[in-house]
């Protein structure tokens, strides 16, 4: 697939997607325009469904305002006020552990960069990725397996991972779609192109898509 094919593709994908609902890391920036929350979701939407996280973080932040707010927590009652996300105890445990690192290594402010970030407990480059773009408004290109797969199934990046495809993205795609690049392939992974049996009979680009790597669709 060339560029001329990738912009009709975000195009179609831009209005496709808008009666989706919105990612719940989106979300949470459109609500409270805070960094520190929208690391505190992202963090906790790994490997968790939207509708879990955003139920966390609603009974997460009626608690936690601020960073410091961790440290009048303990690990068992923070367990407890983030489960059931996905790893909520490994979670907990980086939760508990950010308050510190951030003040020791970030003079108590929230890194802007993706290398800064990554040096956060629990933060990995698509972590990292997300907060940039949501939360700073800069050049993050977050990619998650659904990103990966539906790349991949376009035939825009033959990559066998997330972090190769970010590589390969990072060299091929035009930046004017990084940031807006997770919402939508996410919403559209979620409800029409599924990482198994994919509603191909609906799907709105379908005339692009050589459908590489599908087995079985819809």
């Known amino acids: 697939m060339n560029n001329k094919n990738i912009d009709t593709v975000y195009k179609i994908l ?3 997607v808008e009666d989706y609902n919105v ?21 906790l939407s790994a490997r968790t469904k939207d509708e879990v996280t955003a139920q966390v973080c609603k009974r997460l932040f009626a608690v936690v305002k601020n960073l410091n707010d961790f440290n009048k927590l303990s690990n068992k009652e923070l367990e407890d006020l983030i489960y059931p996300v996905g790893f909520y105890k490994t979670k907990a445990k980086h939760l508990k552990e950010l308050p510190k ?8 402010i ?8 990554i040096k956060l407990p629990g933060v990995g480059r698509k972590t990292a990725n997300l907060v940039v773009s949501v939360a700073f408004k800069k050049q993050g290109l977050c990619v998650d397996t ?13 990559t066998k991972t997330p972090f190769e495809t970010e590589m390969e993205l990072r060299n091929k795609l035009p930046k004017k779609y990084w940031m807006q690049t997770n919402r939508l392939f996410v919403a559209f992974g979620q409800n029409l192109c599924r ?6 009979s609906k799907c709105p680009i379908r005339k692009y898509c050589p459908r590489i790597g599908v087995v079985k669709s819809r």
């Not at 690192?101 to 108590?108: G, H, P, R």
């Not at 990482?195 to 191909?200: D, G, L």
Request: proline letters at 8%.
């Open 195 to 200: 990482p198994v049996s994919p509603f191909c």
């Open 146 to 158: 659904h990103v990966h797969k539906i790349m991949n199934r376009l035939g825009y990046v033959k």
């Open 101 to 108: 690192v951030i003040k020791d290594e970030f003079n108590e």
């Open 23 to 43: 990612p719940v890391v989106d979300l949470i920036e459109i609500q409270t325009e805070d960094p520190f929350k929208v690391l505190i979701a992202t963090i």
């Open 110 to 117: 929230i890194p802007k960069t993706i290398d800064e970030l």
């Open 14 to 16: 831009t209005k496709h």
